[in-house]
C-alpha cells in the first residue's frame, strides 16, 4: 500500500499536490512516490505513461493538483481502473477507509466522499488547500509514445494570452466598487506597483470590462497567492470560494460590514479612491 503524487512540473501548485500526498500518506502509514512525464503534454500519452505506472507499483492513493492539465486526462486514467477523479479535495480522514472532504454549492457546504473498493483511488487537491511543500525527489516517466493518437499544435490566439493566475504569487482583483470601467486603472496602477497579476469578480468581467480569464471565484479560476488584495468587492461567497486559500489578504472597502472583512488579514475601511493611490505612492517609494 502506498500513495503516488503525479506532478505537474513548472506549474505552482506541484508542491501543493505532494504536500497532499504527504500528509495522506503519512495518515495511512504508507510510503510516498512523486513522479512526473517530462515531455509535451498530450492527454493520451500522459494517461497511457500513468497507467503503465500505477499498475506497475498498485498505489492504494493517486493525488494531483487540480489544474486545467489534470481536468483533462485524470478522468480518463480514473476510469480505466473502474472509478472516477474525485476532484478538488480539501481535507482527508483515514478511518480504516479514506473518507476525502470536497466543497459543494460554491463552498457553502462540505461534502465527505468514502472511495469505494481496494483502489486505486483518485483524488485531485483544490489550489490553497494544502500548504506547498519543495517538489523535489520527483521520479521521471517516459513518455509512452507509441500510444499517443494526438499532435499538440500551437496554442490559439486567444489561449496564448490567456492568464493562469492560479500561478501567480501576487494579485490585485477589483470588483463592483470600482464604479466604472475607466477606473479600473486605479487598481492597474496597484498592480503594476507590486507586480502583481490583474483580477476581478464576476460582475466585472460580466460587464466586459475585464476578461472572463482574469475572473476569481467559483465559476472562475481558485488562486492561492501570496498576497490577494481585494479592491471594491463586497465578498460574496462565489468570490470567496475562489480566493480564500491566499495567504495574506488585503480588503479595501468603504463598507464596514462587507463580508469581504471576514476573511481578510488586513481590512482597510475607506474610499478606494484615497486608498489605492496612496498605497501605490507608499510601494513605489519602498522600492525605491
Known amino acids: ?3 503516488l503524487v503525479i506532478v505537474e512540473v513548472g506549474h505552482r501548485m506541484a508542491g501543493e499536490a505532494l504536500a497532499a500526498g504527504q500528509q495522506f500518506a503519512s495518515a495511512m502509514g504508507a510510503p510516498v512516490q512523486a513522479v512526473t512525464v517530462d515531455a509535451e503534454y498530450t492527454a493520451d500519452g500522459f494517461t497511457a505513461t500513468y497507467e503503465a505506472h500505477v499498475r506497475k507499483t498498485k498505489p492504494k492513493l493517486v493525488v494531483l493538483a487540480h489544474t486545467y492539465q489534470t481536468r483533462d486526462w485524470a478522468p480518463k486514467l480514473a476510469t480505466r481502473f473502474g472509478t472516477m477523479l474525485i476532484s478538488d479535495v480539501i481535507a482527508a480522514r483515514f478511518e480504516g477507509w479514506p473518507v476525502f472532504v470536497r466543497q459543494l454549492f460554491q463552498g457553502k457546504f462540505n461534502a465527505d466522499v468514502r472511495a469505494a473498493g481496494d483502489g486505486p483511488h483518485f483524488v485531485s487537491v483544490q489550489a490553497g488547500a494544502f500548504p506547498p511543500v519543495a517538489a523535489d525527489a520527483v521520479e521521471t516517466l517516459s513518455l509512452a509514445a507509441a500510444e499517443i493518437r494526438q499532435r499538440p499544435e500551437k496554442p490559439f490566439r486567444e489561449s ?5 493566475l492560479t500561478a501567480a504569487p501576487l494579485i490585485v482583483s477589483v470588483g463592483r466598487g470600482i464604479k466604472e470601467q475607466s477606473n479600473i486603472a486605479v487598481a492597474e496602477a496597484l498592480a503594476q506597483a507590486l507586480g502583481a497579476e490583474l483580477a476581478a469578480s464576476r460582475p466585472i468581467c460580466d460587464a466586459g470590462w475585464l476578461p472572463m480569464e482574469r475572473q476569481v471565484g467559483s465559476s472562475g479560476q481558485t488562486v492561492a497567492p501570496k ?14 470560494v475562489g480566493m480564500k486559500g491566499s495567504k495574506t489578504i488585503v480588503a479595501i472597502n468603504q463598507d464596514p460590514n462587507a463580508p469581504i472583512f471576514e476573511v481578510a488579514d488586513y481590512g482597510i475601511v475607506g474610499d478606494l479612491f484615497e486608498v489605492v493611490p496612496a498605497l501605490v505612492d507608499a510601494v513605489r517609494k519602498a522600492k525605491g
Not at 496564448?160 to 493562469?164: H, P, Y
Not at 498576497?227 to 470567496?240: C, D, K, P
Request: proline share 0%; hydrophobic share 60%.
Open 160 to 164: 496564448a494570452r490567456a492568464v493562469d
Open 227 to 240: 498576497l490577494y488584495v481585494a479592491v471594491g468587492i463586497s465578498g460574496a461567497i462565489q468570490h470567496l
Open 1 to 3: 500500500m502506498s500513495v
